[in-house]
Each structure stands twice: as C-alpha cells, then as structure tokens.
T-cell receptor
Framework: GAVVSQHPSRVICKSGTSVKIECRSL??????MFWYRQFPKQSLMLMAT?????????EQGVEKDKFLINHASLTLSTLTVTSAHPEDSSFYIC????????????FGQGTRLTVV | GQNIDQPTEMTATEGAIVQINCTYQ??????LFWYQQHAGEAPTFLSY????GLEEKGRFSSFLSRSKGYSYLLLKELQMKDSASYLC????????FGSGTQLTVLP
C-alpha cells in the first residue's frame, strides 16, 4: 500500500518555541492532506485540511495562527506549532488520500510532541 | 456533519469471536472505514465498506447497513496481538472518527 512518512516521530521542546512537523506521501500524489490531534485515550480529532497550493481549512476551535499549515507540493505538507505551550503536548498524525481517487486514507507514523 | 458512536471498551478471550458495533449519522456519506490502532502508534487500515453487506478479509470481516446507519467489525480466532483500539470512521468530505473501542484480549 501507499506510504506516508511523518517526521519527527518524537520531539520535546521548550514552552514558547515553535516546532515543525513534516508529512510526505512517498509513492503517490495527494492534493489533500489531513492533520489530526489525539490526546491520550481519545480518538483522532481533525484539526485542518491541507490543500496543495491554497490555504488550509481549519476546523472550528483550531487557531490557524497557532497551527500553521503549508502544503507546498503534491507530496509535502507541514504543520508548525508556534509558541508551543504544555497544553499543546499531544500526538499529531497526518493522513493523505491518493490523487488517483483511492478510497483509503493513509496515515503517517505520528509525532509525539512534548512541551516542557 | 457526522456523528459516530461505538462502545468504549470490550473484553474477549483468546480464540473467541468478538463483534464491535458502530452507528453513524452523516450527511454526504461516502463509505465507512475501520482502523486498528495500538497505543502510541498511528492507525492502520482494516476495511472499507461503501455498499451494504459483509466484506470478509481473513480473520476480520466488516458489515454495513446504510439504511440503518450501522456497521460492525467482526474479529475471529482472537489473538493476544489483537488487543488494540478499533476506530470506526465515516467518510464524507473527510474522515470523522468515532471515539474508538479499546479491545482487551485475555489468555
């Protein structure tokens, strides 16, 4: 199956700093990628939909100035958590659907962010 | 919007069969997914149903009834490694996930 690579898998940062997470589709093109956040023992919550070449669409309650999303190419989307705070500590996961119309959404490995 | 409901926890014995139910209410429905997620890892795809009926794939099967807004995931010959969270997700413009069912398989 298709592969989505997410990097880094784990990151620890100081409060007030920014962290960038990359999501790459390795063997297919994706005009749309999705960013999720998952707190312990909870389900995946969609944060935003990343569209190649245009602005991301954010879900209600997600601050677009805090979670910056850039989808510069058909194979790369980045999420930057700006001015991170301890409450931003979470598991962030990206997913992508194949441009050719596949029904399956492929997930990256996830990024465990800890803000200290 | 979408609303996905599934039980929070289930327990079963190794070698047994377990059925995890999922009900959904969604507009623009475009199919229902089941994913398996082990703690600290990303979800992995198990099945996708867009038409009514049963889809069998090895030890795992998934059923969909669009008229009832209902799906289930059936796991046969349970193994210890099947202990995980099972996520039901409705597909429209994007995937909307249920809260997940934490399955514990006991020896």
């Amino acid at each position: 199956g298709a592969v989505v690579s997410q990097h880094p898998s784990r990151v620890i940062c100081k409060s007030g700093t920014s962290v960038k997470i990359e999501c790459r589709s390795l063997d297919f093109q994706a005009t749309t990628m999705f960013w999720y956040r998952q707190f312990p023992k909870q389900s995946l919550m969609l944060m935003a939909t990343s569209n190649e070449g245009s602005k991301a669409t954010y879900e209600q309650g997600v601050e677009k100035d805090k979670f910056l999303i850039n989808h510069a190419s058909l194979t790369l989307s980045t999420l930057t958590v700006t001015s991170a705070h301890p409450e931003d500590s979470s598991f962030y996961i990206c997913s992508a659907r194949d441009l050719r119309g596949g029904t399956e959404a492929f997930f990256g490995q996830g990024t465990r962010l800890t803000v200290v | 919007g979408q609303n996905i409901d599934q039980p929070t926890e289930m327990t079963a014995t190794e070698g047994a069969i377990v059925q995890i139910n999922c009900t959904y209410q969604t507009s623009g429905f475009n199919g229902l997914f089941w994913y398996q997620q082990h703690a600290g890892e990303a979800p992995t795809f198990l099945s996708y149903n867009v038409l009514d009926g049963l889809e069998e794939k090895g030890r795992f099967s998934s059923f969909l009834s669009r008229s009832k807004g209902y799906s289930y995931l059936l796991l046969k010959e349970l193994q210890m490694k099947d202990s995980a969270s099972y996520l039901c997700a409705g597909s429209a413009r994007q995937l909307t996930f249920g809260s997940g069912t934490q399955l514990t398989v006991l020896p």
